[in-house]
Structures are given as structure tokens and as C-alpha cells.
């Protein structure tokens, strides 16, 4: 069954570095998504994308954040300079096009960013 | 004010038991997703849902999009059901990508 990866499953980083988390959604979805949860919390939103470029970001998805879609199958969170509040759970999902735009998603198994 | 509140937060039961979560939103949706996450962090969609009734396996989920309100059942639970059981909704306005916005999960503990 096609499934959703994600790398790494776990990055340690000092403030201030940069991290690229990467992503392959199923091969056969177009829209694409980063969630993140801060331990304890809720899941939330940061962005989604579509057609190779940002659909809707949240508040949370500021300057320090981008994502690319490089080539055909990676999908990519890059967070230019870490604070100790990124740290978290970061999920990618993705969903197929359907006859509307509320498609089931894919969630990938996570990665857990820790910032020191 | 949390656009998704779930309910109860935290919920233990003997094994066999007949398990509900409720889900209640403040916003118009279009679906919602019950969703499942286990110790280790990830997470599974079991169902999405827009009107109705779906059954799979032992678990049930309904809705009713006009009372803003979705439940999630599990027949005879089991210890392996322990987990935190997550809705999350579609809301308006429908786009291409849509985003969705969470509740604050149920903790479930099954005990043997």
C-alpha cells in the first residue's frame, strides 16, 4: 500500500542552524501539506501547496519557513534558522485530487525536530 | 477558543467495553477526518466523513453536519485501541488544498 515517508524520523539541532526536513508523498497526490506538533499540544497547520506553489500558510509559517518541491517525488520543510520553539513533531501528509477540494490525507510518520 | 473541542480528554475502560468520543466545531465544515495516533507519534486516518455513518471493522463514526457534531465508537475495545484518537476538520471555504484544523485528541486507555 503506498505510504507517505518522511527523513529523518529524528533531528537534533543547535539554535540557529538550519534543517531541511524531507518528504515523498504518494506518487500519484498533488496537494501537499506541513503539520507540526509541539509535545503536549495539538496538531497545526504551517502550509500546504499545490500546482508548485503555496496554497494557504498559517501565522506560525513566518519568514524562517519555505518548503520546494525540488523534483518529482521530494517535498521539502526548510526552517532558515531554528529557535528552541520549533522544537516538535513535523508530519507531512498529502492528498489526491477529487471531485472537490476536501480529499482524505496521508499522513507521513513524522519527524521530531529538537532544538538546543 | 479551540475551533474543534473533542471530548472526554482522557478516557480509561475495562477491555469489551463500548468506547464514544465525541467531536463538536464552532466553524462550518464541509468533513472531517477521525484520525489515530499511537505512543510513537504517527498517525493514521480511519475515516473521513461528510454525512452519515462509516463502519470499519469494530470502529464506527457518524456525523452531523448541520448539529456540528461527530462521534467515534469502538465495539468490544481492546488494549490494542489504546491510543489518542484525533478529529479533524475540513472548514470553509473548499480549495484546492485544504487544510485541516485539529482538535485536542481523546487519550484512550483500554485495560485488560
Known amino acids: 500500500e503506498p505510504e507517505v515517508t518522511q527523513t529523518p524520523s529524528h533531528q537534533v539541532t543547535q539554535m540557529g542552524q538550519e534543517v531541511i526536513l524531507r518528504c515523498v508523498p504518494i506518487?500519484?497526490?498533488?496537494?501537499f501539506y506541513w503539520y507540526r506538533q509541539i509535545l503536549g499540544q495539538k496538531v497545526e497547520f504551517l502550509v500546504s501547496?499545490?500546482?508548485?506553489?503555496?496554497?494557504?500558510k498559517s501565522e506560525i509559517f513566518d519568514d524562517q519557513f519555505s518548503v520546494e518541491r525540488p523534483d518529482g517525488s521530494n517535498f521539502t520543510l526548510k526552517i532558515r534558522s531554528t529557535k528552541l520553539e520549533d522544537s516538535a513533531m513535523y508530519f507531512c501528509?498529502?492528498?489526491?485530487?477529487?471531485?472537490?477540494?476536501?480529499?482524505?490525507?496521508?499522513f507521513g510518520p513524522g519527524t521530531r525536530l529538537t532544538v538546543l | 477558543k479551540n475551533e474543534v473541542e473533542q471530548s472526554p480528554q482522557n478516557l480509561t475502560a475495562q477491555e469489551g467495553e463500548f468506547i464514544t468520543i465525541n467531536c463538536s466545531y464552532s466553524?462550518?465544515?464541509?468533513?472531517l477526518h477521525w484520525l489515530q495516533q499511537h505512543p510513537g507519534g504517527g498517525i493514521v486516518s480511519l475515516f473521513m466523513?461528510?454525512?452519515g455513518k462509516k463502519k470499519h471493522g469494530r470502529l464506527i463514526a457518524t456525523i452531523n453536519i448541520q448539529e456540528k457534531h461527530s462521534s467515534l465508537h469502538i465495539t468490544a475495545s481492546h488494549p490494542r485501541d489504546s491510543a489518542v484518537y484525533i478529529c479533524?476538520?475540513?472548514?470553509?471555504?473548499?480549495?484546492?488544498?485544504?487544510?485541516?484544523?485539529f482538535g485536542q485528541g481523546t487519550r484512550l486507555t483500554i485495560n485488560p
Open positions: 501528509a498529502s492528498s489526491a485530487p477529487g471531485t472537490s477540494g476536501r480529499d482524505e490525507q496521508f
Open positions: 506518487s500519484n497526490h498533488l496537494y
Open positions: 501547496f499545490y500546482n508548485n506553489e503555496i496554497s494557504e
Open positions: 466553524v462550518g465544515i464541509s468533513a
Open positions: 466523513l461528510s454525512s
Open positions: 479533524a476538520a475540513f472548514p470553509y471555504p473548499i480549495q484546492g488544498a485544504q487544510k485541516l484544523v
